[in-house]
């Protein structure tokens, strides 16, 4: 289910992404902003999970809650949780499945199943195919080193949501122009580009400031010289053999008609990361001066061209030769679906990355908790002690992922979650929740797969969570940060006995898809 946050100043965001949430949100108990800063960090590393993890440190605090209420010592939760986390990390090690990165098209199809997975529980979870291919192809694009920043995302409202399309290049919005513009061509082969960070327009006077001349030759050799100074750097540019110039400050109207004179496109005011981009992307360096145009300092791409994309023209750069670059351009409707939209494709974009860097995929849709809560839960009846007790509520606590998945989609939990337990204790390894005929199935061969770091991530972020707030058992507050509070006496402390009431209350609203 998706969630409307409204801030103080009336923007309206709609979003199920967990991470997004939960950093829009005002949280100010100390224990919550744990669970805030672990769904950052699973953001971060990995890209998706981010309200799986939220959900499970929530879970196993609620797990533990009897346990902390009947005296049990915080420190023997810790152990016995310590060593849960680890039993799992190791199964899913274990039971994961190796990709082929020999044969390229077999791993082309699995990375496209992993994106469609991430992309599932997402607003456009019904354009999934299409956007899927998108991702993996703009992955694919890529160099070795896979670099998020080198994938562009550009917003064009209007059109449908199959209108969006790929750039194998740099793209940006067409900036602000003057006068001249028009004339300018609008496609070369092969151009050499110029990057600068120069103002090429007549200066305006500064305020209060005062020139004083006794006649006008005096007058008019102060104004020849400015024209002088702008025209010499023009002409360097020109002679440069550069056909593009960009620049991050304004390039005014003069500039621009001498541009258009002499068969050369320019843009002004270019914002500094599509600049750094192109940059990266074409190669060269952004200069301070023309004093220096050569040849290694001018980027370089097979094709340039401004392009009509909906109400608004962009400018393309494909061919880049320095670096492996490309450019998503989203189209739809409202802005906040379009931002949505966005969010979507990011988590599908890291989701590939790992899947590239860690060849291991397990099956979504609560397949792989109910397995490792299974095994825990056997693992549990073969040692004495409390942490039998322990270990099987962590292993309760894996289940709130396949429950909250039915929840979402409005079967009855309960049901789903006895078949499940059977299911797997008779081996059906990869068996999850069916969303789509309220039932369950094998979801390795439904193709629902996700990468295994993400769930090694999840368990280990929200375990060490649980483990850091029980770890808690007073806190001492600082009077002089409270208005009007009452001076507290020397030596006292707060007691959290509500401790994990507060942090299960913070997180009672918030929904896995």
């Known amino acids: 289910m998706d969630k409307l946050i409204v801030d103080n100043r009336g923007k309206a965001t709609i979003s199920n992404d967990g991470a997004t949430i939960l950093k829009l949100l005002d949280v100010v108990h100390p224990a919550a902003k744990t669970l805030v800063d672990i769904a950052r960090s699973q953001d971060a590393e990995v890209g998706d999970g981010t309200t799986s993890v939220t959900l499970l440190a929530a879970e196993f605090l609620k797990q533990l809650k009897p346990y902390v209420e009947e005296g049990l010592h915080p420190q023997t939760i810790i152990r016995a949780f310590r060593i849960a986390t680890q039993l799992a990390v190791k199964k899913i090690k274990e039971i994961a499945v190796t990709i082929k990165k020999d044969d390229k098209q077999e791993q082309r199809q699995l990375l496209e199943k992993c994106a469609a997975t991430a992309l599932n529980s997402k607003l456009i979870a019904g354009q999934k195919d299409f956007f899927s291919k998108m991702v ?96 010499d750097k023009l002409e360097k540019i020109y002679k440069s053999g550069a056909k593009v110039v960009l620049s991050k400050l304004p390039i005014g109207d003069v500039a621009t008609q001498y ?22 992307a074409c190669g060269g360096s952004i200069q301070t001066s023309v004093g220096s145009l050569t040849d290694d300092v001018l980027g370089q791409c097979e094709l340039f061209e401004e392009v009509q994309v909906g109400g608004e023209r962009y400018n393309f750069f494909k061919g880049c030769p320095k670096a492996k670059t490309c450019t998503i351009i989203l189209r739809g409707g409202a802005e906040q679906f379009m931002e949505e939209t966005e969010r979507s494709l990011h988590d599908a974009i890291m989701i590939v990355r790992r899947a590239i860097k860690n060849d291991s995929i397990v099956a979504g849709g609560g397949a792989i908790e109910m397995e490792l809560s299974k095994y825990l839960r056997d693992y549990s009846r073969t040692i004495p002690g409390k942490q039998q007790l322990l270990i099987g509520a962590y292993a309760k606590a894996l289940e709130v992922i396949p429950r909250q998945l039915c929840d979402n989609a409005g079967f009855d939990a309960t049901n789903i979650l006895n078949k499940l337990r059977a299911k797997h204790a008779q081996g059906g390894m990869w068996y999850g929740v069916d969303v789509n005929n309220e039932d369950i199935a094998d979801n ?41 509070a009452p001076p507290v006496p020397a030596g006292r402390a707060l007691s959290l006995l509500p401790f994990y009431n507060i942090v299960i209350m913070k997180v009672q609203h918030f929904r896995t898809s």
């Open 444 to 484: 390795f061969q439904a193709c629902v797969w996700e990468p295994a770091i993400v769930r090694i991530n999840a368990l280990t972020a929200a375990s060490e969570a649980a483990c850091l707030i029980l770890s808690v058992d007073e806190t001492i507050k600082n009077p002089r940060s409270s208005v009007d």
């Open 136 to 231: 993996v192809d703009a992955v694919m694009m890529l160099d070795d080193l896979l670099q998020l920043k080198m994938i562009g995302m550009k917003k064009v409202q209007g059109g449908a949501l199959e209108d969006s399309q790929l750039v194998a290049g740099v793209a940006f919005k067409k900036t602000f122009s003057y006068a001249g513009f028009e004339m300018q061509p609008k496609r070369y082969e092969n151009p050499k580009i110029a990057l600068l960070n120069i103002e090429l327009e007549l200066k305006a006077e500064k305020d209060n400031a005062e020139v004083r001349v006794n006649n006008v030759e005096d007058y008019q050799a102060i104004v020849d010289a400015e024209w002088n100074i702008l025209y």
């Open 259 to 280: 541009f258009a004179d002499r068969d050369l496109f320019c843009a002004g005011r270019v914002q500094e990361e599509d600049l750094k981009r192109t940059m990266m």
